[in-house]
């Protein structure tokens, strides 16, 4: 059995890409006679016929590598439909043209939501499609975990334990800013397992007397410092009940371009603390993927390879307990993975003192 598998990755980057691809290569060459077409940047290569057949050494040596070796863009799904206006390139006719150009019998997607979303509605489009399930921010539905996760989240408790000694030494409040997009999966994880004080994550909105109680009584004690773990897309209590533009516009008319500096200021002012606040940003995203990673990225992969030698396509893979499962694209594209309220780890934090924010 032949089979010409394209692959890309879509999105933002994350640890374990590069672990997946070569789980997905590896395995379809152990499995069958496997041809792969490597796709440049994401959707954007299969849009213009960025495409190039690889070898199989192209796969060796990549396995800690961060990053991903095809390269990688943000083509948002609500552009995909709409005819390029400067171009006149009608984005899903093209891809589907450069599909059976390069004689592909199915197309291994690497990516999050919006990839997903896209891999849907190729599949919809006739195409034979297969996700696998990246991000950091762990927010696509159907999968406990996303591969890039654990890494980032290793990597941001590193942030808050090397927070901590400073805060220590000078007794000072700092306010650490996680990524996850919309989702506080990254910043609850990463802030129970550096020991914060608060956990503010967009699923409970926050009241910033509530976090200055903590940090006052902290600031009064034996235990001058505090910190706090703030979402990037962590809201207060009034802010929650805006409407998106009325809340855009307020943060607009604020003299603070991120959260963390926000909350930091409002501390400082509250309660009379010295804060700081730190933003790691794209570092969370950077380096090598940690060992957990690398075995969930293989496991996929692998996953894939094997539904590729069945024939099982419109799917994505998923881990489920500790089984890797496939869900249908369709019935997990677009569904949003916010942290529930009655989440164990909502629960565990709570449990250990931590203050999150209500
Ligand atoms: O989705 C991953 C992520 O790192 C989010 O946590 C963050 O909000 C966003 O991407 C940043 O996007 P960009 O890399 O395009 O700045």
């Known amino acids: 059995m032949k089979r010409r598998i394209g692959i890309l990755t879509s999105g933002g980057d994350c640890p374990g890409l590069n672990a997946a691809i070569r789980g997905v290569a590896r395995s379809a060459y152990e499995l069958f006679d496997a041809e792969i077409i490597g796709i440049r940047n994401g959707y954007g290569g299969l849009i213009d016929g960025e495409c190039q057949e690889m070898s199989k050494k192209q796969f060796s040596g990549i396995l800690t590598l961060g990053g991903t070796i095809l390269g990688t863009s943000r083509t948002p799904f609500r552009y995909m439909q709409v005819v390029d206006e400067n171009t006149g390139i009608d984005k899903v006719a093209a891809m589907k043209k450069t599909y059976r150009d390069m004689k592909l019998d199915c197309l291994v997607t690497l990516g999050g939501n919006g990839t997903h979303k896209t891999a849907n509605l190729l599949a919809q489009e006739g195409l034979n499609v297969i996700g696998l399930p990246k991000t950091i921010d762990n927010d696509l539905y159907g999968t406990d975990y996303t591969f890039g996760f654990h890494t980032a989240m290793d990597i941001a408790t590193e942030v808050i334990d090397r927070i901590h000694t400073t805060a220590t030494s000078h007794g000072r409040c700092m306010v650490i800013e996680i990524m996850g997009n919309k989702v506080g999966w990254l910043t609850l994880f990463s802030g129970i397992a550096g020991g914060a004080d608060v956990i503010l994550i967009p699923e409970i909105p926050y009241d910033i007397k509530r ?7 902290r600031a009064k004690s034996k235990k001058a410092f505090s910190i706090i773990a703030v979402a990037e ?22 003299p603070y371009d991120c959260i963390s500096k926000r909350i930091a200021a409002q501390l400082q002012e509250m ?5 700081r606040h730190v933003v ?7 380096g090598s993927p940690s060992a957990y990673d690398r075995i969930l990225a293989t496991q996929f992969g692998v996953h894939a390879a094997e539904l590729i030698r069945d024939e099982v396509y419109g799917v994505t893979v998923a881990l489920s307990g500790n089984q890797i499962i496939h869900n249908r694209l369709g019935d997990i594209a677009g569904v949003p993975k916010p942290v529930p309220r009655d989440d164990t780890m909502i629960q565990t934090a709570r449990n250990i003192g931590i203050n999150l924010g209500d």
């Open 280 to 286: 790691p940003g794209h570092i969370q995203r950077g």
């Open 233 to 254: 897309g962590a809201l207060s209590a009034e802010e929650a009940k805006m409407k998106k533009k009325e809340r855009e516009a307020y943060r607009a008319s604020l």
């Open 211 to 217: 976090v200055a109680e903590t940090v006052e009584t």
């Open 271 to 275: 309660v009379g603390v010295e804060a």
